[in-house]
């Protein structure tokens, strides 16, 4: 659960979050949609404490993560770029996280949903996109934390990985974890979000259900919903 | 909460030791020691003469190396950084550990590079030894200031060719510029004492303070040089030393501080 409360964030003379409220719910998938430059990144920045907010609060679980760190132990995130120590070998980097939680998590059952066991002594460098962004997810996921941070998960990933990933997402939403993800790919969000949340210019123009998003912007697809606020705001 | 956590710290860095010393970069550097060194050796046939050229190298060389791979390295390594951020970590923890790890990295090939050498050829036996080891000693503090010197200029800059080219100018200015610069007020203001002007610019640049250091050692006047001479005239070999140390030190732990301290406030 993660209650945020009139976020501001200024870059420079960039208002980038104009006074957010936001609560991602456990058991519930929220999903954060907007154009590029809206302000998804820094709201996740934001709640993973990269980014030191000008204004609001933010509380994981009834506490505030104001100059605290600790309080990371209770989220797994996925960034959207896979990058990794290119000398390091797939299970050293997991072997690294672990310590770094202090936590064994759970990476046997993982590594064989997503098929990285024959990769586990390959040199980081030599994995291709896709494979780096399944050691991501197993990154992210494999302690079983109650919060969950997803920006952009489905980037390279392979059909049969991306059913994988749908289903580990469904069953830990079902598990009471509270998950925010951001995607620009709609047919994802219809599939999986609860929550729909639209960043438009540093505000929040709609929260709801993707159902009540699809009314109110009047289509059966919510990929011309989207158009149609997207051309709204230029009309 | 305790403001430091060194047990994160220390796996950051056992880690991008692991990295780091597999990567071919950090080969290439142990092996160019190792031969250059060997070359020398069998070439001058005289310990004393290598090791003044030895430290002719290593004064330029070392600063320029832990110039570029602390940029390289530091710049490379982003994402992963971000990665880390969102673990449960201090941010100080996660940048201190890179550091040290960079230039424990640095400091081991240049170690080995230019230790085995001399040890093949039998240093110990040559009266030389304590010369060898504040030649190192030096090398040793000139790779961690530079690497503290670089990822202080490249967490100021998030634009690569920024960093790399002030990363390159500060190694440039400290190795060629400042000396210029230095020489060329001593000849306008020639008929004015400048000895303690002269004493004081040297603290100021940590590559003139490793030369002083090992000059004061050496103890070859014809080479000390006017500022070494300084030294020498106002501390005497043994305090000039001291100073010269503690200066160093806090050319390392100075760039260090500040670094951490833009590390707390960055939005990533």
Same mark, same amino acid.
């Given at each position: 659960m993660i209650v945020i409360n009139n976020l501001q964030k200024t870059f420079g003379r960039n208002e980038v979050l104009k006074g957010i409220n936001l609560n991602i719910r456990d058991g519930v998938i929220t999903a954060v949609l907007g154009p590029n430059g809206s302000g998804k990144t820094t709201l996740i920045k934001s709640i993973?404490?990269?980014?030191?907010?000008?204004?609001?609060?933010?509380?994981?679980?009834?506490?505030?993560?104001?100059?605290?760190w600790r309080y990371r132990n209770q989220i797994g995130y996925l960034p959207q770029i896979a990058r990794f120590p290119e000398n390091l070998k797939m299970k050293e980097l997991i072997r690294m996280i672990k310590d770094i939680r202090r936590s064994e998590g759970r990476v046997e059952p993982l590594a064989e949903t997503f098929d990285l066991k024959h990769a586990m002594d390959k040199p980081l460098r030599h994995l291709s996109g896709g494979t780096r962004q399944k050691v991501n997810i197993l990154l992210a996921f494999m302690f079983g934390s109650p919060n969950y941070i997803l920006d952009e998960p489905t980037a390279g990933l392979d059909p049969l990985s991306l059913i994988r990933f749908k289903e580990l997402l469904i069953t830990e939403k079902n598990k009471g974890?509270?998950?925010l993800l951001t995607t620009h790919i709609v047919s994802l969000v219809e599939e999986l979000a609860d929550d729909v949340i639209f960043l438009l210019e540093g505000n929040i123009f709609f929260s709801g259900s993707?159902?009540?998003?699809?009314?109110?912007?009047?289509?059966?697809? *919510?990929?011309?919903?989207? &158009?149609?606020? *997207?051309?709204?705001?230029? &009309? | 909460m305790r403001t430091f956590y060194p047990a994160d710290m220390l796996?950051?860095?056992?880690?991008?030791?692991?990295?780091?010393?597999?990567?071919?970069?950090?080969?290439g550097y142990f092996l160019f020691y190792l031969i250059f060194t060997f070359g020398l050796l069998y070439f001058s046939n005289d310990v004393s003469k290598a090791l003044i050229s030895m430290m002719n190298i290593i004064l330029i060389l070392n600063p320029l190396i832990a110039t570029l791979f602390g940029a390289l390295y530091f710049y490379s390594s982003k994402e992963f950084a971000e990665l880390l951020l969102a673990l449960p970590l201090k941010r100080s923890s996660i940048f201190l550990g890179k550091y040290f790890g960079?230039?424990?990295?640095?400091?081991?090939?240049?170690?080995?590079?230019?230790?085995i050498p001399f040890a093949f050829y039998g240093i110990q036996a040559t009266g030389q030894i304590w010369n060898f080891l504040l030649l190192t000693i030096a090398g040793l503090f000139l790779t961690f200031i530079f690497t503290g010197l670089s990822f202080l200029v490249s967490i100021r800059f998030e634009n690569t060719i920024k960093g790399f080219g002030i990363s390159i100018f500060i190694w440039l200015f400290f190795a060629i510029i400042y000396d210029g610069i230095f020489l060329l007020t001593l000849l306008i203001f020639e008929q004015y004492p400048l000895?303690?002007?002269a004493l004081i610019m040297t603290l100021f640049n940590p590559i003139d303070l490793s030369r002083?250091?090992?000059?004061?050692?050496?103890?070859?006047?014809?080479?000390?040089?006017?500022?070494?001479?300084?030294?020498?005239?106002?501390?005497?070999?043994?305090?000039?030393m001291i100073v010269a140390f503690g200066s160093?030190?806090?050319?390392?732990?100075?760039?260090?501080?500040?670094?951490?301290r833009f590390v707390k406030k960055k939005d990533f």
């Amino acid at each position: 659960m993660i209650v945020i409360n009139n976020l501001q964030k200024t870059f420079g003379r960039n208002e980038v979050l104009k006074g957010i409220n936001l609560n991602i719910r456990d058991g519930v998938i929220t999903a954060v949609l907007g154009p590029n430059g809206s302000g998804k990144t820094t709201l996740i920045k934001s709640i993973l404490g990269m980014v030191v907010p000008g204004g609001g609060s933010i509380e994981m679980n009834g506490k505030s993560i104001h100059n605290d760190w600790r309080y990371r132990n209770q989220i797994g995130y996925l960034p959207q770029i896979a990058r990794f120590p290119e000398n390091l070998k797939m299970k050293e980097l997991i072997r690294m996280i672990k310590d770094i939680r202090r936590s064994e998590g759970r990476v046997e059952p993982l590594a064989e949903t997503f098929d990285l066991k024959h990769a586990m002594d390959k040199p980081l460098r030599h994995l291709s996109g896709g494979t780096r962004q399944k050691v991501n997810i197993l990154l992210a996921f494999m302690f079983g934390s109650p919060n969950y941070i997803l920006d952009e998960p489905t980037a390279g990933l392979d059909p049969l990985s991306l059913i994988r990933f749908k289903e580990l997402l469904i069953t830990e939403k079902n598990k009471g974890k509270a998950i925010l993800l951001t995607t620009h790919i709609v047919s994802l969000v219809e599939e999986l979000a609860d929550d729909v949340i639209f960043l438009l210019e540093g505000n929040i123009f709609f929260s709801g259900s993707v159902d009540e998003l699809k009314s109110k912007y009047g289509s059966q697809k *919510l990929e011309h919903s989207i &158009a149609n606020i *997207l051309s709204g705001r230029h &009309a | 909460m305790r403001t430091f956590y060194p047990a994160d710290m220390l796996k950051i860095l056992k880690y991008s030791l692991f990295d780091l010393t597999r990567s071919r970069w950090t080969y290439g550097y142990f092996l160019f020691y190792l031969i250059f060194t060997f070359g020398l050796l069998y070439f001058s046939n005289d310990v004393s003469k290598a090791l003044i050229s030895m430290m002719n190298i290593i004064l330029i060389l070392n600063p320029l190396i832990a110039t570029l791979f602390g940029a390289l390295y530091f710049y490379s390594s982003k994402e992963f950084a971000e990665l880390l951020l969102a673990l449960p970590l201090k941010r100080s923890s996660i940048f201190l550990g890179k550091y040290f790890g960079l230039s424990l990295s640095l400091s081991l090939s240049y170690l080995l590079g230019t230790g085995i050498p001399f040890a093949f050829y039998g240093i110990q036996a040559t009266g030389q030894i304590w010369n060898f080891l504040l030649l190192t000693i030096a090398g040793l503090f000139l790779t961690f200031i530079f690497t503290g010197l670089s990822f202080l200029v490249s967490i100021r800059f998030e634009n690569t060719i920024k960093g790399f080219g002030i990363s390159i100018f500060i190694w440039l200015f400290f190795a060629i510029i400042y000396d210029g610069i230095f020489l060329l007020t001593l000849l306008i203001f020639e008929q004015y004492p400048l000895d303690k002007y002269a004493l004081i610019m040297t603290l100021f640049n940590p590559i003139d303070l490793s030369r002083v250091l090992i000059m004061l050692k050496l103890d070859i006047s014809a080479l000390m040089g006017y500022t070494g001479a300084v030294f020498n005239k106002f501390l005497g070999t043994g305090m000039g030393m001291i100073v010269a140390f503690g200066s160093l030190v806090i050319w390392i732990v100075v760039p260090v501080f500040v670094f951490t301290r833009f590390v707390k406030k960055k939005d990533f």
